[in-house]
């Protein structure tokens, strides 16, 4: 779905990616994890498109990616970024009816199966008893469950999650996770996600793709390369693999 070649990026004169190359096939839960400040973040934005500065060539589903136009990359993707943000005191149900805004028809209006959409996907992420809370009044983690049921309403091919659970509790933490991987078996839905737990991308993800200082330090199946040493490599943190479990910090 995704081919990356080549791909080097810098902000000014800071090399931030260096010859990054790799690529996604469709249905694949990706994780990519890496330090704070290894490029994470910044290959999340070249890959979903907000940021086209790049050298070497991104193709999505075979064109390059600064051919999509906006309206083609919003039926596409799906953005739940790391610093989001919504000031405006909108109910909780506005800003997942949001999601729909790339379907509109030319009255600019939500149809009938806009709506029963959206009413599906909030009981799903177990959200609707929000739907009338303003967006300025919730908690932490109730805001991320919000935007990750705009995201999903939105029916995206690509779901590109920036940490987007990083406030949840556990266990609303592992029913989203569980949630987008069923769309993943299912529905063949492709999820990139930033995420900082290491075991719960190992236990979830098909493929991981990890950074080091801004180049592609492995890429593939998490029992075939994250062993204890790697994390050590990369994390520069002792760890113990417990069975075949994840991994314990050694303190
Ligand atoms: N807008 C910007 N202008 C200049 N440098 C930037 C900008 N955004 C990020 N950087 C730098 O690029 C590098 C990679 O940043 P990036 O946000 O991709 O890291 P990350 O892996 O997502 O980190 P984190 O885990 O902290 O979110 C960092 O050194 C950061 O300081
Ligand atoms: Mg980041």
């Known amino acids: 779905m995704f081919k990356i070649e080549n791909v080097n990026f810098s902000y000014g004169n800071k090399k931030i990616l260096h010859d990054i ?5 469709k249905g694949t839960f990706l994780s990519i994890i890496g330090q704070n400040g290894s490029g994470k973040t910044t290959l999340m ?8 500065d790049y050298s070497g060539s991104i193709k999505y589903l075979d064109r390059d ?8 990359r919003s039926k596409n993707f799906s953005i739940i970024s790391q610093k989001n943000t919504i000031e405006f005191p909108f109910t909780c149900m506005e800003v997942v009816m949001m999601g729909r805004n790339p379907y509109k028809n030319r009255l600019n209006s939500l149809s009938e199966e806009d709506i029963r959409l959206v009413i599906d996907v909030m009981k799903k992420t177990n959200t609707l008893k929000f739907a009338n809370s303003l967006i300025t009044e919730i908690s932490g983690g109730e805001f991320q469950r919000i935007i990750l049921a705009r995201a999903l309403a939105q029916n995206p091919r690509v779901l590109f999650l920036d940490e987007a659970f990083s406030a949840m ?17 299912e529905e063949g839905l492709t999820v990139i996600s930033v995420m900082h737990d290491i075991n719960i991308a190992y236990k979830f993800s098909d493929e991981i793709c990890a950074l080091k200082q801004g180049r592609l ?3 593939g199946k998490p029992d075939e390369f994250i062993t204890e040493d790697f994390i050590l490599d990369v994390f520069n943190i002792e760890v113990e693999k417990v069975d075949n479990k994840g991994f314990f910090v050694k303190v």
């Open 21 to 25: 190359d790799f690529g996604i096939r």
């Open 45 to 52: 934005n070249l890959l979903n498109g907000m940021n086209i």
């Open 65 to 72: 990616l600064p051919d999509y136009n906006i309206s083609e």
């Open 169 to 185: 509790d556990i266990s609303y933490k592992i029913n989203a996770i569980k949630l987008i991987k069923k769309l993943v078996k």
């Open 217 to 219: 330090h492995g890429v």
